[in-house]
């Protein structure tokens, strides 16, 4: 199984929906995913990534299911630093010399009583039940296949909430994902899980952050971390 992870469109956040810039990157989108042989396309409720969607949707003649659980994380609390913004919070981690192999992230100042360490939690078990609903049970540091299929699925999130799905995928800290694998507007990410019935299998990174659909040039997109 395939799972194809499309980040949204340059953004009118005060309005959640694309600027005229994004909508263009949308459809160029849509143009570079119509030949990856997508069956299932699934989007955040929030505007801007639902209507990145839409463009693949009608592209593809798909319907779009909504998956309320990648809505944008929030983050934030009470004494957290830099209003507890992962991605500046990850590069304050990394400069510091945060042991991310031997410490736990979620214990730090900057995230034990941050909203979006909850948040990236609730993003993990949900994924984890929808994974399950295509044949492949999270256990531990493994993927037991159950059953799963050759198809490839779309989603289109956004920089929060899919690098709490590709950390814990993974199984890397969400603070040094956000930090040290950013990813531009309608990015695209595959994540490869072999089909082999009743074995424990691993997801590959077959593509990462591939934005050749997007021109570069003046008005280029940003990346994440750049971007708040």
């Known amino acids: 199984m395939r799972i194809v992870f499309v980040r949204h469109g340059e953004p009118d956040y005060a309005n959640d929906c694309l600027t005229e810039l994004g909508r263009r990157q949308a459809a160029a989108a849509a143009d570079r995913l119509a030949g990856e042989g997508i069956g299932e396309i699934y989007a955040s409720p929030?505007?801007?990534?639902?209507?990145?969607?839409?463009?693949?949707?009608?592209?593809?003649?798909?319907?779009?299911?909504?998956?309320?659980?990648?809505?944008?994380?929030?983050?934030?609390?009470?004494?957290?630093?830099?209003?507890?913004?992962?991605?500046?919070?990850?590069?304050?981690?990394?400069?510091?010399g945060f042991d991310f192999q031997g410490g736990d992230w979620r214990a730090h100042p900057y995230f034990a009583g941050n909203a979006a360490t909850a948040h990236c939690g609730n993003v993990a078990a949900r994924f984890d039940a929808f994974l399950r609903k295509q044949g492949y049970r999270h256990e531990g540091l493994r993927f037991c296949c159950e059953g799963g299929t050759d198809k490839t699925i779309a989603l289109f999130s956004h920089g929060g909430s899919g690098?709490?799905?590709?950390?814990?995928?993974?199984?890397?800290?969400?603070?040094?994902?956000?930090?040290?694998?950013?990813?531009?507007?309608?990015?695209?990410?595959?994540?490869?899980?072999?089909?082999?019935?009743?074995?424990?299998?691993?997801?590959?990174?077959?593509?990462?952050?591939?934005?050749a659909h997007i021109h570069r040039g003046p008005g280029r997109p940003v990346l994440q971390r750049e971007s708040e």
């Open 163 to 211: 690098a709490c799905v590709l950390a814990h995928l993974l199984n890397l800290p969400f603070p040094y994902v956000a930090s040290v694998l950013p990813y531009d507007f309608t990015s695209i990410i595959i994540l490869n899980f072999p089909v082999r019935e009743g074995a424990y299998v691993f997801p590959r990174v077959e593509l990462f952050n591939d934005c």
């Open 46 to 96: 929030c505007g801007r990534a639902s209507e990145t969607a839409s463009y693949t949707a009608a592209r593809l003649g798909l319907p779009v299911t909504t998956l309320d659980f990648m809505r944008e994380i929030t983050w934030g609390g009470e004494g957290v630093p830099c209003d507890g913004h992962p991605w500046t919070l990850g590069d304050m981690l990394l400069a510091e």
